[in-house]
């Protein structure tokens, strides 16, 4: 017996060894990398997620022919998917939550026996999705266009294996040279403005034939244009900004793709795009004629007398000619989107996403996009452009929105496209009952309508819109005005670069090219230079002082964040708004009056301030808060109780 338990002992514990041996060199790290697939994407995945899943987009000859296999402790290959081109594998994967980072081969053999290896890596999470802090309303965001903004570096002007090659700054539609490393050089500036978040519009491959400086027709999701730099220079942005304890925005596109993208060539499924049949049919022939464009009806997501076919019109019709209409509700595309968003948020720390276009995909797909973000980085946030004029329709898109047909959106920052509009028509209107400062009066009061007032996301101009100094009838005074009021509200503020020193497109409003102007001082031989304050004229460094003043106030300001709101109906001219937290109150006056005026405060007194000291946020001055107040010229007045 004591021989058999001997023998019995000796086996278990070989078996265990031989076991532990195995584990070891299953999990042990691949150290000779092999490439010999075409495409895998993501191009790589990250450990300790709360989704286990991961799907590869595999792209290679004939790949469809083959069949995967993976030895890696903790990565179970659950599905392997074909396609309608045999040049596609989508592949089912589960990370288990005790899995190692580390790189492991994907084999692939053929029906021939032949066998082809492409080595995947899992890599170690920088931070918990928890330490994903995004853009609040204690946040001033930076709206840059990369290509105008500042040239950091020329050697990445032109890549001459691109379609488009052309620099040429005397023409706003072709590409000027701007770049990631100019956001760089210049992060100084921008944080001292006071602006805590910057927003580039999109930076990733536009390889198109014109136009590919806006970013907004990708080409490949994973890959930054080389004229804007690569992919070191865009994490350094994010590193650089987050050591000045700035947050990065990345400016994203699911609606569409540009037509230059690399599928394009070799769909993976019939129905990867909207209209794809269409397309396909008229290849040879694809102008506006043959495209079937989106009627841009976005009201029809909430439209309860909506037509299928005004639906189908907004939400599958193609963009314009160049930018196919990507189809959301293939299962396997939606995966695609839904991963790269993720893959950027971890491989840059972003501090959020601008979402493009938003009532235009499949709105369905667009809350599962949000929702799995959200669930991943609970304190991350979104904000979708929703261009309507319209509280209701833009409400309806919020997280926690009381939406009659159900929906929940997850989004967190829709768009205020609509109190945009109200600021500059009440700013520049003559007053009257119905017009002038009651419509910022009577905008703001539509906040009832929104589940979170304080994460709408409000702008004067953009980089689609006319400047608000040429809509302001390039009057100085009105533009205080809506700079003032706007960075005062319980709201996230965004101003487009430029706007401090009073860019503008008046030679021809509305024009993009114009709108998009280069900054003075972004490029070489520029005469006149922003960031130094070289040759700007007297007015335009009056108002970068002026924002500068205001952002810098408000970036401290517990009152602007997340105090109390009261404001009062516009009376004699003017219009008075409180923002109110513990011991600060913020005073803010707006006064269209060309000529002095005296205005009782008795009118006010229910907001406490009486025989209070008050400072002035932009002169310095010091006010005691009594019967009245003279208003000495038209404008803004900030005022608050912190001395």
């Not at 805590?196 to 244009?225: F, Q, R």
């Not at 100085?476 to 003032?484: N, Q, Y």
């Not at 109110?580 to 005026?597: A, F, L, R, S």
Request: aromatic share 12%.
């Amino acid at each position: 017996m004591k021989n058999l338990f001997l023998i019995f002992v000796i086996v278990f514990l070989f078996s265990c060894q031989k076991r532990e041996q195995n584990k070891m060199e299953v999990t042990k790290e691949i150290t000779a990398v092999i490439n010999e697939i075409e495409r895998v994407e993501p191009p790589n995945w990250f450990v300790g997620f709360k989704d286990t899943s991961l799907q590869l987009l595999v792209k290679e000859e004939n790949i469809g022919d083959a069949i995967p296999s993976i030895s890696y402790e903790g990565v179970t290959l659950e599905k392997v998917n074909k396609a309608r081109s045999n040049n596609y594998l989508f592949i089912d994967l589960k990370i288990d939550a005790s899995t190692k980072a580390g790189k492991f081969n994907i084999d692939f053999t053929f029906t021939d026996g032949t066998k082809k290896t492409h080595t995947y890596e899992l890599k170690l999470r920088d931070k918990k999705s928890d330490d994903f802090i995004g853009f609040n309303s204690s946040d001033a965001i930076y709206l840059i266009t990369p290509d105008r903004f500042a040239n950091g570096d020329d050697s990445n002007n032109i890549n001459t294996a691109l379609k488009e090659t052309d620099i040429d700054r005397s023409d706003n539609y072709k590409r000027h040279g701007g770049d990631i490393q100019g956001i760089i050089n210049h992060i100084d500036y921008i944080s001292e403005l006071g602006f805590t978040t910057v927003w580039p519009t999109p930076v990733l491959l536009n390889d198109m034939e014109e136009s590919s400086y806006h970013g907004y027709a990708i080409t490949d999701y994973y890959k930054v244009d080389s004229r804007f730099g690569n992919l070191s220079e865009y994490k350094e942005l994010a590193d650089k900004l987050r050591k000045k304890d700035m947050k990065l925005i990345m400016d994203q596109v699911a609606n569409h793709c540009g037509i230059g993208h690399w599928w394009m060539e070799d769909l993976p499924f019939g129905d990867w795009l909207n209209n794809q049949k269409n397309y396909e049919e008229n290849i040879d022939n694809w102008n506006n004629e043959t495209n079937i464009g989106s009627n841009h009806r976005r009201t029809t997501n909430q439209d309860i007398y909506v037509s299928k076919a005004d639906l189908k019109g907004n939400n599958e019709g193609w963009f314009t000619p160049a930018m196919p209409d990507l189809n959301q509700r293939n299962p396997f595309l939606a995966k695609y989107i839904i991963q790269n968003s993720i893959w950027w948020i971890e491989t840059l720390g972003l501090g959020g996403i601008r979402q493009d276009t938003y009532p235009y995909p499949d709105k369905n797909f667009m809350s599962d996009w949000a929702g799995a973000i959200m669930h991943e980085y609970p304190n991350f946030s979104i904000v979708g452009e929703e261009w309507s004029y319209n509280p209701l329709i833009v409400g309806y898109w919020q997280k926690g929105a009381n939406n009659r047909d159900g929906y929940e959106s997850n989004l967190k920052s829709p768009m205020d496209f609509p109190m945009q509009k109200f600021i500059v028509e009440g700013i520049n209107e003559e007053e009257s009952w119905d017009k002038g400062l009651i419509k910022l009066y009577e905008g703001l009061a539509n906040d009832f309508h929104y589940a979170s007032p304080k994460d709408v996301f409000i702008f004067l101009d953009n980089h689609d819109k006319t400047r608000v100094f040429t809509e302001l009838w390039e009057d100085t005074s009105k533009v205080k005005m809506g700079l003032s009021y706007m960075l005062t509200l319980p709201r996230i503020p965004q101003i487009y670069y430029g706007t401090e020193i009073l860019m503008n497109d008046s030679a021809n409003p509305g024009d993009h090219g114009l709108i998009r102007s280069d900054f003075p001082g972004g490029f070489m031989d520029d005469a006149v230079n922003a960031f130094t304050g070289e040759g700007l004229n007297e007015y335009q460094k009056d108002m970068q002082s002026f924002v500068t003043k205001v952002l810098n106030y408000r970036k401290e300001s517990k009152a602007i964040h997340d105090g109390k709101t009261i404001h009062f109906a516009p009376f004699m001219g003017t219009y008075f708004l409180f923002r109110t937290k513990d011991d600060e109150t913020v005073v803010n006056i707006i006064n269209k009056n060309d000529q002095p005026i005296t205005i009782d405060l008795k009118r006010f007194e229910e907001v406490g301030l009486e025989g209070k000291t008050l400072k002035n946020i932009i002169t310095g001055d010091t006010f005691i808060w009594g019967n009245e107040i003279h208003l000495s010229e038209k404008g803004s007045v900030l005022l608050t109780t912190k001395i």
